[in-house]
């Protein structure tokens, strides 16, 4: 480059110029990307001797995609949900910006290292969103336009700061049906600021995709108000289709099946030329035109797809004027510039030795500096430097915001009268309903959500004052006609619930979106979901996503288990508890009474905001970080005690059980019970007592949070602190080792028979692991064994055979 020329570049003036660079740079992040890669699989000391991978071709294929987006499309509010097997290049591009190190990228897929797949809670360099399930991330650039609208709506953000929501996508993602749901809900909504970037590689894992399959992308797309943008060809082909024989040679590349296309790349110049001659050799013009390109040439004409040619790209993205969602259909090659380019099971093929020596060599990268960040580059290095400080999108000092702890004005208490029969749903509506009425920062924070069960889970009283969002206002009709309904269905900017269609999937992807608002946009909301609990089944892997970008959300899944008697098998939950003992990042709860209830939706909305900076005092729990909350609810009206709860009691409350009845010190049993069948507990405890006063009964308001302690204070025993001791300990122990404990759940026995591991107690594990059926409360709990003559029985086989 000239001396006038590096000046010019310097000036930010020449886009001639900048395209150098940036075509210098995509050549870096190619060869950085393959070769961390490498290092990974051959470098770094692995005794085990075995590969550890990385996606070589996966990541070249996307290469020219994210160099035009990071070093030049995007800005600071843009957020990006990387492909999943694209990490490498994310890596390398934020090695390049300075936000990645170089130990990080050397320890690529090692215990502490940069992550196989974009991780927001373990990779250093500010992954937006992590990746990993194919489709998820996809999907969350979806909800997280529709939280900035809600944002935007509510004047929690300007206009400004509102970015593009983008997805780099893998074909194969669009198999996954979560997509399509996500499109339905997103059209609902009108999100906008959206891009979905596709890597139409045409190969999956296993094959080549069919190539029927997409001619239905545009029109699907098209079909929910998106604007599609092919970028098919580079300006290499363009220039070829305007020569003679150009018009043939373009029908032959349309019509061409994805697997030839996929293997003449791989074969390379001399099997495109006998091809081509073959098919359209005898049209006017394609000899010559074919006579003009070496076979070296003609490879490089005929991989000159859209999605490698930066000025394509650049042009095409620079083009978009408007805030419709857009997808770009980008033709790529898997594996684009290295030796298996093209071919079908390049998926987890890795470079040899020998075939990176020669990438090295052609990249320019001297021997000894793989690892530079301008080696090799045809730039003055403090040019490239200073394009690199230029870049919009790295111009921010910080991308990941915090925003400041809302505190709750006064603890909640319960909604229902001592003595009154309500069940743990109805005493969580009421609540909401109280918080509705309040005038305070931390309800105006609060958002409901549901996917087509608000009214049926109890949120009808908050939605009625607080009102639906929606971007438009849209009244409601039924009122305008003045027909009579408790419910007001009307929707507007400032409306505080989002009604989502039934897709549970979507309800934990916009749980996960609202989660991170604080950390995504510096605005804090406190997200409340409501689902029928068996139907967490159906977006598990959603929530599990949530959770894995500790995104902050209250989930409150009611009706559970077999107490919802009549409505069948189908909507009784049986392995949920498990499911909340299993689930890092989620702190699950079964309460039995509405005062439980209060006290741990005070509590909820307080954890769901900590981050750490506040260290608690013997923090078994990990309480200080906070996290996530699931609340299992209860349509089964249950008389509500006479008390008022103490601060130790509340404390135990959140803990996970208290006594409800202390054990005398050499009882031989107790009773154990988690949520709707505390009568059947009570009850069977009555009885029990004429003959064994003292028997315990452990009211359980959380098995996972007593698990959760049980495991980390043996930890910390383990790791030298003898005298850690967790909750349940601190009430087992009460009880005499080799005593007995009988526990019941309308849940799945196991949440609860790990108990007697914690003292040394026989336990006797009641609870529904089979189907539910249809019926009457009391049939079914006769049925499943959960009733008080059961509970009963366990006790006497107790202590008969202890
Ligand atoms: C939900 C889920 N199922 C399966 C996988 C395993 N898997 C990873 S990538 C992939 C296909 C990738 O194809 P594509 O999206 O086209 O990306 P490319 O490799 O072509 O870049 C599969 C099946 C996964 N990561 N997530
Ligand atoms: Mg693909």
Request: aromatic share 8%; proline share 5%; glycine share 10%.
């Amino acid at each position: 480059m000239t001396v006038s020329a590096a000046r010019r570049l310097a000036a930010g003036h020449d886009d001639e110029q900048k395209g150098h660079v940036l075509r210098a740079l995509e050549r870096k992040v190619l060869w950085l990307s393959a070769w961390t890669i490498h290092h990974a699989n051959h470098l770094r000391a692995n005794s085990s001797g075995l590969k550890v991978g990385g996606h070589q071709a996966s990541c070249a294929s996307v290469v020219t995609l994210m160099t035009a987006l990071y070093f030049d499309v995007l800005r600071p509010f843009d957020r990006v949900a990387v492909k999943p097997h694209a990490s490498p290049v994310f890596h390398a591009i934020q090695y390049l910006l300075g936000n990645q190190s170089l130990e990080n990228l050397q320890a690529f897929r090692a215990m502490g290292g940069a992550q196989s797949y974009p991780s927001r809670t373990k990779d250093a360099d500010d992954v937006d969103f992590s990746t990993g399930s194919v489709g998820l991330g996809v999907a969350m650039t979806s909800f997280a336009s529709l939280v900035q609208d809600y944002l935007y709506s509510k004047r929690f953000v300007s206009s400004e700061e509102r970015g593009r929501m983008i997805a780099l996508v893998g074909d194969a993602e669009l198999d996954e049906g979560n997509i399509y749901e996500a499109l339905l809900e997103g059209w609902k909504h009108r999100v906008r600021k959206l891009w979905w970037v596709l890597d139409y590689n045409r190969q999956s894992l296993d094959a080549v995709v069919a190539d029927r399959l997409f001619g239905r992308f545009t029109d699907l797309f098209a079909n929910m108000g998106w604007r599609v943008e092919t970028i098919k060809y580079g300006k290499k082909l363009l220039q070829a289709f305007d020569k003679p024989g150009g018009g043939a040679l373009k029908r032959w590349i349309d019509d061409c099946p994805n697997s030839l296309y996929s293997a003449l790349v791989y074969k390379g110049g001399a099997a495109w030329r006998e091809h081509l001659l073959e098919g359209i050799g005898d049209a006017q013009g394609v000899r010559s035109l074919l006579d003009d390109y070496d076979n070296d040439g003609l490879a490089a004409l005929m991989t000159n797809l859209g999605g490698h040619d930066l000025e394509s790209v650049l042009e095409a993205f620079h083009a978009v004027d408007s805030e419709q969602p857009t997808c770009f259909v980008a033709y790529t090659i898997k594996g684009f510039g290295l030796p298996f380019a093209g071919h079908k099971d390049n998926h987890a093929g890795l470079m040899s030795p020998e075939q990176m020596e020669t990438l090295r060599i052609r990249h320019g990268v001297p021997e000894g500096q793989e690892w530079s960040r301008d080696a090799g580059l045809d730039i003055p290095p403090h040019l490239f430097s200073e394009f690199l400080d230029r870049v919009p999108f790295n111009s921010a000092r910080h991308r990941r915001f915090s925003a400041p702890v809302i505190p709750l004005p006064s603890p909640l208490t319960s909604p229902i009268p001592a003595g009154s029969l309500a069940s743990t749903q109805e005493c969580f509506g009421r609540l909401l309903t109280s918080l509705s009425r309040e005038k305070h920062e931390l309800t105006d924070r609060i958002v409901t959500t549901s996917p087509d069960v608000t009214i049926s889970t109890n949120l009808g009283g908050w939605v009625n004052r607080r009102g639906i969002y929606d971007r438009q206002v849209q009244e409601d009709v039924f009122k305008e006609e003045h027909v009579a309904s408790f419910q007001t269905w009307a929707a507007s900017p400032s409306g505080q619930h989002i009604e989502l269609g039934i897709a549970e999937n979507n309800l934990f992807l916009l749980l996960g979106a609202l989660g991170l608002s604080s950390q995504l946009f510096g605005q804090r909301l406190l997200p409340i979901g409501t689902v029928y609990d068996p139907f967490i089944q159906r977006g598990l892997d959603a929530l599990n996503y949530a959770c894995y970008q500790d995104a902050r959300f209250i989930l409150v899944a009611t009706p559970s288990g077999i107490s919802l008697a009549p409505e069948g098998g189908a909507h009784q939950s049986i392995s949920t508890p498990l499911i909340g003992m299993g689930q890092p990042g989620l702190a699950a709860f079964e309460p039995a009474f509405g005062d439980e209830l209060a006290v741990l939706l005070s509590w909820s909305l307080d954890y769901l905001q900590r981050d750490g900076s506040t260290p608690l005092p013997d923090d078994w729990l990990g309480d200080g970080d906070g996290g996530s909350v699931y609340l299992r609810l209860s349509t089964r009206p249950i008389h509500q005690p006479a008390r008022n709860l103490g601060a130790d009691q509340r404390r135990d409350i959140v803990y996970g059980a208290y006594w409800l009845k202390k054990p005398a010190p050499n009882a031989p049993l107790s009773i154990v019970y988690a949520g709707a069948v505390a009568p059947e507990a009570m009850e069977a405890h009555d009885l029990l007592s004429e003959d064994f006063p003292g028997a315990g009964l452990l009211a359980v308001t959380s098995a996972d949070r007593l698990y959760a302690g049980w495991q980390r204070a043996s930890a910390a025993r383990r790791r030298g602190r003898p005298r850690a001791r967790a909750h349940v300990e601190q009430l087992l122990f009460a009880l005499a080792p080799g005593t007995s404990l009988v526990t019941v759940t309308d849940g799945h026995p196991a949440s609860l028979a790990w108990l007697g591991s914690v003292a040394g107690q026989r336990v006797r594990a009641l609870g529904v692991d089979r189907f539910g059926q249809s019926g009457d409360i009391e049939s079914l709990y006769r049925h499943y064994g959960i009733d008080a003559g059961t509970i009963l029985d366990a006790c006497a086989q107790a202590c008969l055979d202890p």
